[in-house]
């Protein structure tokens, strides 16, 4: 495990970049390259400011350097019988939890357990005048100041370097049972908005292949008397189906080299290109598709599904690759963008390409 | 940007009035009068004009006019907030949202609910009712304060350990700009692609923008919910139960403790049956299917008498269930009846160090001669120390502000925060300073900048000014000229 603070060093090279104006590339386990833009620049690798700094287990609160690797943390968390419950992927144990705030990943828990950017406490951030900040805090509420933790949920590092985070743990469920059940995927959307609107211990549910799969979590009790009311078959070794959805090591995944597009909708929205290779998580309101298609017409379908549409991987990454902002937004980034970074020497062009 | 010259109050009036019914254009000091303060009375004045549109064109036309002549906008909902976000600037418009009271739809389905800003919290749980669904933020206050200032401040309330805070229930948001432009934040999907304004937006108490609509998410309501009462004879042993609870790997729903000030007052108000001998009381209530709180509150309830609870009762039916927490949420107005006044707190501190944070309080109680009561969000580390006083007696608010103060430091030596759920507004303004250094009270400015440049929306709270510190002065000329005569007593807040 290692344990190093690399952070004046870091903030001599943001005040060094910033003084000449190079371009820095924040970087952390690598695992992530495939995200966003591609964008030019320095490596700031974050990787050797790892550790974790303190981690009280009763209070539910863990802080760790940016460049600490997930697995690190989830094996300190497993110690005491907690976990992150917003099931970041790990990447092969490369992910680290900077990048994972970063890039707002979370698993297939998050409509019900919450997102990484729902469990971030505060951080420590340098911004690009090289000065590092802190905001939040590890405690549970916090409402003192604007919120510029969460606000870094996504930002892809455009803001500056994320250098520490402190985060709301959770304890691991008793129990967990996977139902599978074989329909399509317009009836899959229907029951899966229905099931969630139960009172019962749901904690994921996605459809691929003709099957909808259900995962129940929580306490014995709850768990076993759901299954007993509930339609679907006991899946054999439920868990790795989660964690092969987690990881997008399914099939789904990796069988094909057609660009990867997500969908991030009103999870009740109508099933849209039908005739297409979809995957859909997150109980409908996170939706994969597979192929070649014409970036407009994939926004206008989005945004009659009440949300937006990204190129997650693959594709052509030098155009833009997230939901066009409307104008108004544009310039709001931009001057945010101005705020934290006002040479631009962070991740230029790596969240869009006129930032 | 050129100075234009600013038309005086008649003309403004005109203005106003050429597209807000005259009588929702207020300039008279009577009618004025209700809107001088939020519930945190001791800090008010009188606004320049009040105003309460009721389309977001309105507000829309509004904000374009006060941005053509740059006038001070604060915005107000249903003025429940106790950190005097919401009093009104003397040379500006109030922008009052109460008008805004229509639930726009309820998707059952998809468990969400699109609302005006004026939306009583409780009123959007009771529409959702009949679908099962409830909206889980729930504010002491829920009962009057509005979703709109619920985004303003990122309210939370008894159950937010488990069902998270205003901002972790959120899908979508209208603002309209200071310059007058309606954009969306957010959207109907749990994420959207760019930077996380709503992050942003929530808790920015009315510094950033002007929300006209919100979409909350919904939750089904628990098939079971149950509380457990446990009195105890210390309060280290009550604090260590709850985190003896958690280190179980459960999650209460609602995890509340009380001390024995805060309980003999309670009592008396409301005849809950609480025990009057005991130095801490827990409330714990456990939600979910019946199996699930069945098999948690035997646990749980076992884990109290082992740790040496003096008593303990577990709610046999939703009736009692409803009075063990009625207690709790009238501890404000309970207090209220034992002291002429009462100043309340809210800072946030690691549940560890709650027998250290209360001990150092005893000390500051007997040094200033004022008694504090404490109720405490236990499971989210959100003390609410109300000190009791009397504002008839000379010097004794400024002793009481300046106690409050002392137990905010405290809370951030600790490892907490100066406020956890009520906000900072003009009330806490000076103990930004304890909290945050001057590089990064800059960043705050930098992004208001962002939104509001010559900063007009809700002028002098949130964060203070740097360096000249304009703020500070404009608080003590104002202490000098209110009368404090005024009630603190609230009535019913977290």
Redesign the interface.
Known sequence: MKDNDISHELIERVKQASADGTKLKIMGGGSKHFMGRQSEGEPLNLAEHSGIVSYEPIELVLTARAGTPLVEINAALAEHNQRLAFEPPLFDGKATLGGTLACHLSGPGRPWNGSVRDHVLGIRLINGRAEELRFGGQVMKNVAGYDVSRMQAGAMGTLGVISEVSLKVMPMPAATITLKREMNAAQAITEMNRLAGQSKPLTAACWFDNHLYLRLEGARSAVDSTVSQWQGTVLEDGDNLWTQLREQQLDYFSSQDAPLWRFSVNSNAEHFLPAEDWLLDWGGSQRWLRGDFAVDELEALAERAGGQVSLYRGGDRLQDVFHTQPEALRQLHQRLKKAFDPNGIFNPGRLYSWM | MNQIERPDKAALVQMFRAFIEPEYVISDEETQRPYECDGLSVYCDMPLIVVLPDTVEQVQEVMRLCHRYQIPVVARGAGTGLCAGAMPNPDGVLLVLSRFKHILEI??????ARLQPGVRNLAISEAASI???YYGPDPSSQIACTIGGNVA??S?GVH??KY??T??NLLKVEMV?VEG?L???G???????????M??I???EGLLGIVTEVTVKLL????KAQVIMAAFDNVQTAGDAV??V??K???PAGLEMMDSLAIIAAEAFVHAGYPTDAKALLLCELD?????V???IAEVEQLFIELGATSTRVSQSEAERALLWKGRKSAFPAVGRISADYYCMDG?????QLAHVLTEMEKLSEHYGLRVANVF?A????LHPLILFDANVPGDFEKTEEFGGRILELCVKV??????????GIE?IRQ?RV??NE??LR??H??????DPAGTLNPGK??PVLKNCQEYRALDMRKGDTGKSESMQQGEHA
């Not at chain 2, 998707?107 to 969400?112: G, N």
């Not at chain 2, 979910?288 to 699930?292: D, H, L, Q, R």
């Not at chain 2, 499971?379 to 959100?382: E, F, L, T, Y």
Request: proline share 4%; charged share 20%; net charge negative.
């Open positions: 998707d059952p389905l998809a468990r969400s679908y099962g669904l401040e990122n939370g937010c350990l998270g805070l901002v972790h700009t432009d954009i969306s934040i959207s109907e999907g749990l994420d959207s692609n760019g930077f996380d304004l992050a942003l929530t808790g920015s089904p309501s628990p098939e985190g003896d958690i280190a790997g459960i999650i979910g299917s019946e199996a699930e069945k098999e948690q946030t501190i690691p549940r560890s969000h499971g989210d580390g959100n490892g907490g925060c100066i406020t956890g759920e009520h906000g900072v806490k930004m909290q945050f590089q990064e960043q705050f930098a992004i208001k900048n962002a939104f949130g964060i």
